[in-house]
């Protein structure tokens, strides 16, 4: 029998997609979560759901057994503590399990951005998860991606609340920073062709769509889709502070990660090299106005 792929943050927006998407193909997945009780209703047969918490070393133990391939799709930006320390510490867990076991892969999911620059401390923290993860000596495949467009995504959620809210919407720099958005579904071919990938090195791929735009050109395709009129007014001299205080004022549900992610749009989040292009041919990413309709249409299915 083929050994279970293990999916962490099944419960949450790219791992629930990851986990039908890898039920689909065939493949037998051992889920481990916090919340066991949340999968009770989207599992095949063959899916195994462990309870475990990543932060703690001991509930992590033997959850890996007979794993080869490990899918590490979690973050704690919806804590309330210091999430930076506690992802440096979950990789840490993760990495020294997935080590002992004997696990030949992990695969991780980051943040696109030019590690040159000054970055915020939430793209910092996801560089500095793969570095942990690597240091384990388990190879690491890691992609980085920019804003990922779909239902339930927690980026377009935040231009959805928005746009639907604010028909007059004062709009700070960050609104113009220029990112390379995706689409779900062309997320999730790279990631699972990550499985196949003929590698014994580590590897990072810069992932995106073919469209490189702002937050702002987002909010204005999406309200072109909608059919609403919205007037963008800009005020250059909304800190990111205040402005993510603001988003927590029209979007109470998505506040505490939303001003995590707004403080991170900083500086662009483009593809710059063309390495995942290269070596998974066969994805071609759809554009920013495909993968909107897509999201408005497939909404509640996604
Ligand atoms: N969504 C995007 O636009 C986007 C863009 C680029 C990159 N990414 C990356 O994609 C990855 C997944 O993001 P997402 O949007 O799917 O996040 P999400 O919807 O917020 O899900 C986070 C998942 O992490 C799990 N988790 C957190 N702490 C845990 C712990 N201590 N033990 C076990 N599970 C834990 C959560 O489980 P609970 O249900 O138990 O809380 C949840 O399943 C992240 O690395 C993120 O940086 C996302």
Same mark, same amino acid.
């Given at each position: 029998m083929t050994s279970p792929i293990l999916l962490t943050g099944a419960t949450g927006y790219i791992g629930g997609r990851l986990l039908r998407v890898l039920q689909n193909?065939?493949?037998? =997945?051992?889920?481990?979560?916090?919340?066991? %009780?949340? @999968?009770?209703?989207?599992?095949?047969?063959?899916?195994?759901? =462990?309870?475990?918490?990543?932060?703690?070393? %001991?509930? @992590?133990?033997?959850?890996?057994?007979?794993?080869?391939?490990?899918?590490?799709?979690?973050?704690?930006?919806?804590?309330?503590?210091?999430f930076e320390e506690q992802d440096r510490r979950a990789a840490h867990n993760f990495g020294a399990e997935a080590r002992r076991a004997g696990v030949g892969r992990i695969i991780y999911l980051g943040g696109l951005g030019e590690t040159s620059e000054e970055l915020s401390p939430h793209l910092r923290s996801r560089q500095e998860v793969a570095e942990v993860l690597r240091a384990s000596g388990v190879q690491v495949v890691e992609f980085r991606a920019s804003i990922v467009i779909g239902s339930g995504s927690l980026s377009f959620e935040m231009i959805r609340s928005l746009v639907e809210r604010l028909p007059v919407m004062v709009t700070p720099r960050w609104v113009n920073v220029t990112a390379q958005p995706m689409a779900i579904d062309d997320l999730l071919q790279y990631l699972s062709a990550a499985l196949d990938l003929k590698t014994d090195d580590h590897a990072i791929f810069e992932i995106g769509g073919p469209d490189a735009v702002s937050y702002g050109d987002l909010m204005r395709e999406y309200a072109r889709q909608r059919g609403l009129k919205r007037l963008m007014i800009p005020v250059p001299l909304l800190t990111p502070r205040l402005s993510s205080l603001w988003l927590g004022l029209v979007t109470p549900l998505y506040s505490r990660i939303g001003r995590k992610l707004i403080d991170s749009i900083r500086h662009p989040t483009v593809v710059r090299d063309n390495a995942a292009r290269q070596t998974f041919p066969h994805i071609r990413p759809q554009g920013v106005r495909e993968a909107i309709a897509s999201a408005l249409g497939n909404e509640g299915r996604e």
């Open positions: 193909a065939g493949h037998r =997945v051992r889920c481990v979560t916090r919340r066991p %009780e949340a @999968l009770q209703c989207c599992v095949a047969p063959t899916t195994e759901v =462990v309870s475990a918490n990543i932060l703690d070393r %001991e509930s @992590l133990k033997g959850t890996m057994d007979g794993v080869e391939i490990a899918y590490y799709m979690i973050h704690s930006m919806g804590s309330r503590g210091d």
